[in-house]
């Protein structure tokens, strides 16, 4: 298990970034397999981007591909979300998660241990 804090959210423009972070409190950050995922009001949580431990793999889904991007800095450790393009349908709490399954390919979501307590991304038009 291990703490994870969320941070960067806010309200953009349709079309405008933002960079959410997420804080670990344990060094065991870098053996996790790390994951965003998001959910809108009265929808379910879906899944947004992973990246594994070592930062060399990462997996996005179709709806922001090309356009988010996933990174790490296990010295620091901490994890990233690099939004551009934003749009309005990306509007959703955005969540942190930590499992300690190496294959970033089939991880489910009851796989991950740990959450964070979620950041707000408002995009307007």
């Known amino acids: 298990q291990v703490q994870l804090v969320e941070s960067g959210g806010g309200l953009v423009q349709a079309g405008g970034s933002l960079r959410l972070s997420c804080a670990a409190s344990?060094?065991?950050?870098?053996?996790?397999?790390m994951g965003w995922f998001r959910q809108a009001p009265g929808k379910e949580r879906e899944f947004v981007a992973i990246i594994a431990w070592s930062g060399d793999s990462t997996y996005y889904a179709d709806s922001v591909k090309g356009r988010f991007t996933i990174s790490r800095d296990n010295a620091k450790n901490t994890m990233y979300l690099q939004m551009n393009s934003l749009k309005t349908e990306d509007t959703a709490v955005y969540y942190c998660?930590?499992?300690?399954?190496?294959?970033?390919?089939?991880?489910?979501?009851?796989?991950?241990?740990?959450w964070g307590q979620g950041t707000q991304v408002t995009v307007s038009s």
């Open positions: 998660a930590a499992s300690s399954r190496t294959n970033i390919y089939t991880i489910g979501l009851n796989s991950f241990h740990s």
């Open positions: 344990s060094r065991a950050f870098s053996s996790y397999s």
